[in-house]
């Protein structure tokens, strides 16, 4: 290639036009070879068309393009995409009309398909999305449709992506964003909520007495139990004391009159003891006393002393005065 390039570049030597000439066209052809030169990111697909077909799907690298025969016509992402929808006006079985916008999150998965398959496809699905969302809704009442959005979401998920799946697009998901029912009915939602929690509020309330009631009940129950457990123990700790003092004392008088016995004491000597325990008592406050039999025959035998005396008996030896005589 050099040998044959030698004539070429002596006859450009000896010709400046021709030179110059050479050199833009060999600039040229860099600049159309670097142009065609491609490289796919990650993510992205290239569907090129060759003279007006489809000819290939590039994926992530480095591809070179044959000049004037080869074109792009789509670059694909294929990472995730959000759509989120403008409120459509949507009724309910039972007459309300509300609004309701929606967010779809969809993939490309067939480039060619997507490309080929339908001419702007997000508008189509926002169509298709509006319309499902129309019939689901008509099926379901105020209620349902403010507690049923899992349920709406489930639905229109499985409806567009059915739809969607000869457009090479997959919807992953779809969300309700926001429902609004119309001003009326946000008032009458209100003033429902507001009577609940004030039932709920009573409910609580009347709850609450009852079991403070309960409560105080039981306290006094059990306040009561213990005082009369209190005073049962009260008693039988009296008693056993009141027993136990009686027993002391039993005790302490069986002792008194064992050691009498003991000592030997005779009539003479209890009778002292009974007149000392006569002065003890008279010395007192008492109004009554009580004298023992033994003190009692001994005044009969003074009184009788005295009357013997008063009568005067005849002495038949000795002195009067003597009192050996006199008995």
Known sequence: MIRAMIPVLTAAGSNPAFLITLVVILVLILLIVVKNVRIVPQATNFVVERLGGYH???LTGIHVKLPFLDRIAKVVSLKEQVADFQPQAVITKDNVTMMIDTVLFFQITDPKMYT???????????NL????LRNIIGDLELDQTLTSRDLINTKMRIILDEATDPWGIKV???ELKNIIPPKEIQVAMERQMKAEREKRENILRAEGEK???IRVAEGEKTAVILRAEAQKESQIRRAEGEAEAIRVVQEATAIGLRMIKEVGADRALIAIRSLETMEKVANGQATKIIIPSEIQGMAGLTAALKEIVSTGAPATSGTPSDPVAGR
């Open 56 to 58: 290939a799907t590039w």
């Open 172 to 174: 992953n998901r779809v």
């Open 211 to 213: 079991e403070a009631a």
């Open 129 to 132: 999305s509006a319309t499902t």
């Open 116 to 126: 080929y398959g339908i001419e702007h496809p997000i508008m189509a699905i926002e």
